[in-house]
Structures are given as C-alpha cells and as structure tokens.
T-cell receptor, first 111, second 113 residues
Framework: KQEVTQIPAALSVPEGENLVLNCSFT??????LQWFRQDPGKGLTSLLL?????REQTSGRLNASLDKSSGRSTLYIAASQPGDSATYLC??????????FGKGTMLLVSP | NAGVTQTPKFRILKIGQSMTLQCTQD?????MYWYRQDPGMGLKLIYY???????DKGEVPNGYNVSRSTTEDFPLRLELAAPSQTSVYFC????????????FGPGTRLLVL
C-alpha cells in the first residue's frame, strides 16, 4: 500500500526566506506526483505536477523536484511571502488515476 | 467557467439520517472523484468514476454510495449517517487518468451528531 509522508508537519518562517518542504513515498511505481495548496476552509489548488519521467517542474517562485528511485520529492519556495501561508499537500498517483495524499505541511510566513 | 461546484457547503446531520452531497463539473471531464479529509489528515479516496455509468471503490467506501448518470454530475450518498462520517468532503475531476491534474471543488463540511 502506498504511503506518503510529509516533513515537517508545520513550519514558521519570516518573510523573504527560502524554504524546502519534503515529501516521501513508499512505492516508487508512480505515474506522477503533484503538489497542492490548501487555504483554510477552501479546496485544493494544484501548484505543480511532475510526470514520473521528469526530474523537476518550475512555476514562478516554486520549484518541485522528484527522485522516483529514492521515493522523494521537494517543494522549494523562493523569497517567501505572507500570501504563501497555507497548507501544502503532496500526492502521488500509483493506481488507476487515484491520488494518495500526505497529511500536509502547514506553512506560516510572518511579515 | 465555474469548474467543480459542490452543494451544500455545510450540513449538520443526526445519527441515522441520510443525505446526498452534490457535485457538478462543467469542464467535460471524464474522471470524477470523491475524497474525505479528516482534521490534520490528508485526503482519502472514497469513490471514483471514469465515465458515465462507471464507478469504483476507493480506499474508504463503506457507508457511502455513488452514481454517475451524466458526465457532469457525481453525487455521493450517505446512508445511515454515523459520527465517524464527520469530515470535509471534496469532489474533484480530471480530463483523463494518471497524467492529468485533478481540479477540486470547495468542499462540503459535514457534522454528524
């Protein structure tokens, strides 16, 4: 059974810092890995999707890497801003189009 | 473009009552999903559908039923509500399997007392 772990569970940083969120998964036979953002009381917004054949994806200040063989992904956020405060969820697809989620990292960026 | 819409936003049920959570998408997506999210936890898949008339169980299907009569709609039925079904329910859709991003609705918060 696929299991996804995210470390740390919570992170508090001052504005402007660069930071890294970690995600690990137990079954390396994945189709892709996605990073989502969830604001309190809201749904999920897809940030980045990395296909299993790719090593990384970038969108603005966000960069996600994937090392499928070691079962690891990182989400790098450059020059963090208070508007980045949210919970970040990592999810992988191993089965038929279904996502397995981690519990998330709750990020707080202070002004 | 509304994307994925869910109703109601919030509902309180008594133990043993039944209800249907509605989900509609206007993106002509073939694939639709229902997840539940408990406090401090990731999302878990309840049911999914790969097209009208085709549904399959996810990780936590007990206590729920689904149907998919149209491409747009994917309702989730709770029969005999139990306190363990207190959760936030998210509906999602995608154009195809595996390589496609899933788009999520805003969620339905359900409290069973």
């Amino acid at each position: 059974k696929q299991e996804v772990t995210q470390i740390p569970a919570a992170l508090s940083v001052p504005e402007g810092e660069n930071l890294v969120l970690n995600c690990s998964f137990t079954d390396s036979a994945i189709y892709n890995l996605q990073w989502f953002r969830q604001d309190p009381g809201k749904g999920l917004t897809s940030l980045l999707l990395i296909q299993s054949s790719q090593r990384e994806q970038t969108s603005g200040r966000l960069n996600a890497s994937l090392d499928k063989s070691s079962g690891r992904s990182t989400l790098y956020i450059a020059a963090s801003q208070p508007g980045d405060s949210a919970t970040y969820l990592c999810a992988v697809i191993t089965g038929y189009s279904t996502l397995t989620f981690g519990k998330g990292t709750m990020l707080l960026v202070s002004p | 473009n509304a994307g994925v819409t869910q109703t109601p936003k919030f509902r309180i049920l008594k133990i043993g009552q039944s209800m249907t959570l509605q989900c509609t998408q206007d993106m002509n997506h073939n694939y639709m999903y229902w997840y539940r999210q408990d406090p401090g936890m990731g999302l878990k898949l309840i049911y999914y559908s790969v097209g009208a008339g085709i549904t399959d169980k996810g990780e936590v299907p007990n206590g729920y039923n689904v149907s998919r009569s149209t491409t747009e709609d994917f309702p989730l039925r709770l029969e005999l509500a139990a306190p363990s079904q207190t959760s936030v329910y998210f509906c999602a859709s995608s154009y195809g399997p595996s390589v496609e991003t899933q788009y999520f609705g805003p969620g339905t918060r359900l409290l069973v007392l």
